[in-house]
């Protein structure tokens, strides 16, 4: 196993780690499985988000005795309220809840103490002009709590984090799909969204990212998998399956990334992602997947007009879209109507190829009046 170095802490963690996830629900039998495979296999942190007691019990009963080898993450402000998950900025009840952290992990400190889920400026000043970061850097005076984090799905409310000077590490979503979204996409727009990426990183996550390196701030890395949608080719907006292990790749690529985290639902899954440090680099390489649905799509025309202007008046962003919509739904009489109305047709294309040199999506805006003219038939 490869250690890297978590920010400044002087804390040691695993390339691979495990996010408690997945084992909410499961039975002592199972998680002792998984602590037992990742302790053969040196992999040593764990992130603990869940607010179900039961699940702290069975990882503090699998860790008796090999605690000191692990690097517990454990969320301050997720707490479990009328048995169900709560999101709190109230001390009294996270006091409550580190004490049965504590008490259930059968330790006396947590490696890092997660500040849980800060994404929205607003949420961001409510632990930062309350009593709330009082608590949590007492923790860290009071050595319950090693190092503090927060967790963030928002790059740029991460980056307000990392600038604090107290935030020592962030458990932050990345792969590369949510690395092409929109940047200000939130927690629950994830799914709805998943295929609307630019095929390009988005700078605001890489100055994020940047900027922990720069400020010694470390990196745990959650939703390698994005939810395991990257690694379904139906569900993938690469048009292709990654492999867990391209996917981990991705992520210890990126600046300050110390550990990416993944899910295990059975000893046999850990297994799995613990094979990556065994398995040869180019089984690890991603950039096949992503390079080629960039080419794709960086091919497709976005109907902006960039292109013009036509020596033969063609609105080339408008019979592109009705062929497009051609292709995608079929053939329709108010689809052929609007076709019709427009002054100038993929028939009255002469091919001098001009628009393709202004487009900056690299179109081919030929062959697209082709089919526009082979569809409608002019
Ligand atoms: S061909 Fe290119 S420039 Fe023209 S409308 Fe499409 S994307 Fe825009
Ligand atoms: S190639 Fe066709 S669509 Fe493009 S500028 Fe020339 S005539 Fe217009």
């Known amino acids: 196993m490869i250690y890297r170095k978590l920010g400044n802490t002087g804390i040691e963690v695993s390339e691979v780690g495990l996010g408690g996830e997945n084992v909410t629900k499961?039975?002592?039998e199972i998680t002792?499985?998984?602590v037992d495979v990742m302790d053969e296999g040196g992999m040593n942190i764990i992130d603990a988000f869940?607010?179900?007691p039961e699940v702290r019990s069975h990882f503090g009963k699998a860790l008796d005795g090999r605690r000191d080898?692990?690097?517990?993450?454990?969320?301050?402000?997720?707490?479990?309220?009328?048995?169900?998950?709560f999101r709190t900025r109230v001390v009294r009840d996270s006091e409550e809840y580190i004490a049965d952290f504590l008490n259930r992990f059968r330790t006396d400190y947590i490696d890092v103490g997660v500040m849980h889920y800060i994404d929205l400026p607003e949420d961001f000043d409510l632990v930062f002009n309350s009593d709330f970061i009082t608590y949590v850097l007492g923790l860290k005076k009071n050595g319950v709590i090693r190092a503090v984090g927060a967790s963030s799905h928002n790059p740029l409310t991460a980056k307000m984090l990392a600038e604090t000077g107290v935030v020592d590490v962030i458990l932050f979503s990345i792969n590369p799909a949510f690395d092409m979204m929109p940047v200000d996409t939130t927690v629950g727009e994830y799914n709805s969204s998943f295929k609307?990426?630019?095929f390009r990183i988005d700078p605001r996550?890489?100055?994020f990212y940047e900027t922990c390196r720069r400020l010694g701030v470390g990196i745990t890395v959650m939703k390698t998998f994005a939810a395991g949608r990257l690694l379904s080719a139906a569900s993938s907006p690469f048009g292709a399956a990654l492999t867990p292990h391209q996917c981990i790749r991705y992520a210890l690529d990126q600046p300050a990334v110390a550990s990416a985290l993944v899910g295990a639902r059975t000893p046999e899954e850990m297994r799995e992602s613990l094979r990556y440090e065994e398995i040869p680099d180019e089984e690890k390489d991603y950039r096949a997947v992503i390079e080629k649905a960039g080419d794709s799509l960086s091919r497709k025309c976005m109907y902006c007009n960039h292109c013009l202007p036509c020596p033969k008046k063609i609105d080339v962003a408008e019979v592109t879209k009705f062929a497009d919509l051609f292709s995608e739904n079929g053939d329709s009489e108010t689809l052929r109507a609007h076709?019709?109305?427009?002054?100038?047709?993929?028939?009255?294309?002469i091919g001098c190829g001009a628009c393709e040199k202004r487009c900056p999506f690299s179109v081919p805006v030929r062959r697209n009046m082709a089919r526009a003219k082979s569809l409608f038939g002019f």
């Open 50 to 52: 869940m607010p179900q």
């Open 196 to 198: 609307d990426i630019s």
């Open 339 to 349: 076709y019709a109305a427009l002054s100038a047709h993929g028939s009255d294309c």
């Open 69 to 85: 080898r692990f690097v517990i993450q454990g969320h301050i402000g997720s707490i479990l309220k009328n048995g169900q998950y």
């Open 32 to 34: 002792k499985g998984i």
């Open 26 to 28: 499961s039975s002592y």
């Open 205 to 207: 996550r890489i100055d």
